[in-house]
């Protein structure tokens, strides 16, 4: 995302739903001592969603669900508010949707990877707060996810959690994956096609049986 994300020292940063004085978004993501950093809406415009820099007020990514009918989910994060392939930051797919040891890939747009490759993967449970990030396929944790937290004093919410970041990675970048995974948990909106869908399936299914009782 930028130099100025990436910190010579480890970082925690709290995701928290509500914090004294701030009313922007669906998260709000601080440093320890409460001073915001991004926050995110939640709300959708157009399948996209924005995260907003706290000190510029200005969508610092774009994040994009692509529509399909397979069994993988997928997403794209552009630059900004940017949806041009010019400006394409990666793309992040789970690698399945069943059984209980699905994960996630990432690809960066610049390293120009083939999908069986991948510059980061994603492992653990969002809702049990035991995400861990590594750097490719290797066993290097660049950020993890904890539900505890040690700043008991701190105005957070109760559903508030600490992100772990290692010394000189991009901690924007990082919460752009942690903001993908909450979109991911967040309740799905029935496709504005499945009705229609789901109404011809049933007209065919009543017309074959009313052809069986003939």
């Known amino acids: 995302m930028g130099p100025q ?12 739903k509500t914090i ?8 709000t993501v601080t ?24 000190n510029s007020s200005s969508p610092l990514i774009s994040i994009k669900r692509k529509k399909s009918w397979s069994c993988y989910d997928r997403w794209q994060v552009f630059r900004g508010a940017s949806k041009k392939k010019r400006d394409l930051l990666f793309k992040m797919k789970r690698s399945s949707s069943f059984g209980f040891n699905t994960w996630w890939r990432v690809n960066l747009a610049a390293n120009k990877t083939r999908e069986n490759k991948y510059d980061f993967k994603i492992k653990g449970g969002y809702k049990k707060r035991s995400i861990k990030i590594y750097k490719g396929d290797t066993s290097i944790v660049v950020a993890q996810m904890r539900k505890e937290h040690k700043f008991v004093n701190l105005p957070w919410d109760k559903h508030a959690f600490v992100v772990n970041i290692n010394p000189y990675t991009d901690h924007a970048f990082i919460v752009s994956l942690i903001v993908i995974l909450h979109l991911h948990h ?29």
């Open 20 to 27: 004294a004085g701030v009313r922007h978004g669906e998260l």
């Open 31 to 54: 440093d320890v001592n409460s001073k915001p950093l991004f926050w995110f809406d939640g709300s959708s415009k157009n399948n996209r969603w924005f995260l907003v820099d706290a």
């Open 186 to 214: 967040l309740p799905k909106e029935v496709d504005s096609a499945m009705p229609e869908v789901i109404d011809a399936i049933f007209q065919v299914l009543q017309a074959a049986s009313s052809s069986a009782n003939h």
């Open 5 to 16: 994300y990436c910190l010579p020292y480890a970082t925690d940063l709290v995701f928290s």
